[in-house]
């Protein structure tokens, strides 16, 4: 008898321990702590592209461009980094005529701000210097021709929101005193919009997305202090451009349209009269410089610590 009731009082322990255990919530294991954010990192890269197009306005004459940047992040808020591009703007044009340009060796902007992203949100201001060495002083080929250098700056802000892993919503505002030298008050303002397929790849490591953007920009009188320099109202213009990339870990290939509101055709100008070249070459100093035109490029985006 005393057997019999030691096994039934171990039963009953048994079947209390397991009723506790199965009432008693399992063991969670913790979840891994988010990777810290880093302190620093450069991030860099190169493109060569068919044409370089700068809000609608070709800054290659139509020819390739290469081009490349270094841009250095502390603290993820802080960055600063220069960006060069090869740039055509000629100081002849194609009958021997003299276009007023500058004829610079290349494009270098020296650049900086605060970035820094809360949730899907991104927030991104700063100063940009647009620097173009080896141009032709002033007055070169004659009163007026050049009338200025064309180095300049400007202050932006650029906002950015990822609505989900699709869809990504922006802007783009910037301000300068004086648009490429000419003393032209100048405001740039877009929105933009990407649609990102890269979910559904069947491919490993591959992408595919769609963007575009919808801009104006704002400009107003020269302020040319050459006498022998007319001073006039640059016309104000909408541009726009939409495209399709493809990407491959560091690597990505686009493929986009670019257009302007701005015309060859002869037009009156503020100032200057009847434009033989347009609101295009009112702008520019070139008459085929804003036309519609296609782009592709390829280039390569990375940094130091994707690297490791």
């Not at 294991?29 to 592209?49: I, M, S």
């Not at 004829?103 to 100063?127: F, I, M, N």
Request: aromatic content about 16%; hydrophobic content about 40%; proline content about 6%.
């Amino acid at each position: 008898m005393k057997k019999i009731a030691v096994v039934a009082a171990s039963l009953l322990l048994t079947g209390a321990a397991s009723a506790a255990d199965l009432s008693s919530p399992m063991p969670v294991k913790a979840a891994p702590a988010p990777e810290p954010t880093p302190l620093w990192d450069v991030a860099f890269g190169a493109k060569l592209t068919s044409d370089y197009v700068f809000r609608g306005l070709t800054q290659t004459d139509g020819n390739p461009a290469i081009q490349g940047y270094a841009e250095l992040r502390l603290f993820d808020w802080i960055y600063g980094g220069i960006f060069m591009s090869s740039v055509d703007f000629p100081v002849t044009n194609q009958f021997g005529g003299v276009t007023g340009l500058t004829g610079p060796a290349a494009e270098v902007d020296l650049y900086g701000g605060l970035r820094h992203t809360w949730g899907g949100l991104t927030l991104d201001v700063g100063y940009v210097y647009y620097y173009y060495p080896g141009e032709v002083a002033q007055n070169t080929f004659g009163p007026g021709l050049p009338a200025t250098n064309i180095d300049y700056w400007e202050v932006y802000f650029k906002p950015t929101y990822v609505i989900n892993d699709v869809f990504t919503v922006g802007g783009n505002l910037y301000y300068s005193n004086s648009y490429a030298g000419s003393g032209s008050n100048d405001t740039y303002l877009s929105g933009t919009l990407k649609v990102d397929f890269s979910k559904w790849s069947p491919v490993k490591d591959v992408g595919f997305y769609v963007s575009g953007e919808l801009g104006y920009q704002w400009l107003g009188w020269t302020s040319y202090s050459n006498v022998f320099a007319a001073n006039y109202e640059l016309p104000s213009y909408a541009t726009w451009n939409v495209g399709a990339a493809f990407t491959y870990k560091a690597a990505t290939l686009d493929l986009r349209y670019y257009g302007s509101q701005l015309s060859d055709s002869p037009s009156y100008v503020p100032g200057l009269g009847l434009a033989a070249t347009g609101t295009c070459g009112a702008v520019t100093g070139l008459s085929n410089a804003c036309g519609n035109r296609f782009v592709a490029s390829l280039s390569f985006d990375t940094s130091l610590l994707a690297l490791k």
